[in-house]
């Protein structure tokens, strides 16, 4: 068992930035491939980022990219999202996960998953 809790998450304006953070208890932290992903009112649940085992590398969705970063402490049993430059679509429940496969958009290949932080973005 992993349990994961995600923190950062709150209030901003379209343009500033946040920076996520979950942290993980339970089995090896470093032998899971971590995502992050959102879900919007009304929405599905999309893909926003990966990182591998050893954070050599990172994934993110097109919406995403240049704006996010994903990262890893394995020391600390933490993965974290910065963002920047945040926008109101940006806003979103923000979820973290963990598996054990390389495909990391696909949310069913994470067999865990944090209760979610909550972004909100305002114009």
């Known amino acids: 068992q992993v349990q994961l809790v995600e923190s950062g998450g709150g209030l901003v304006q379209a343009g500033d930035s946040l920076r996520l953070s979950c942290a993980a208890s339970?089995?090896?932290?470093?032998?899971?491939?971590m995502g992050w992903f959102r879900q919007a009112p009304g929405k599905a649940r999309e893909f926003v980022a990966g990182?591998?085992?050893?954070?050599?590398?990172?994934y993110y969705a097109d919406s995403v990219k240049g704006r996010f970063t994903i990262s890893r402490d394995n020391a600390k049993n933490t993965v974290y999202l910065q963002m920047i430059s945040l926008k109101p679509e940006d806003t979103a429940v923000y979820y973290c996960?963990?598996?054990?496969?390389?495909?990391?958009?696909?949310?069913?290949?994470?067999?865990?998953w944090g209760q979610g932080t909550q972004v909100t973005v305002s114009s």
């Open positions: 996960a963990a598996g054990l496969v390389a495909a990391v958009a696909n949310p069913r290949n994470y067999a865990y």
């Open positions: 339970g089995r090896t932290f470093s032998g899971y491939v």
């Open positions: 990182i591998t085992q050893s954070g050599g590398s990172t």
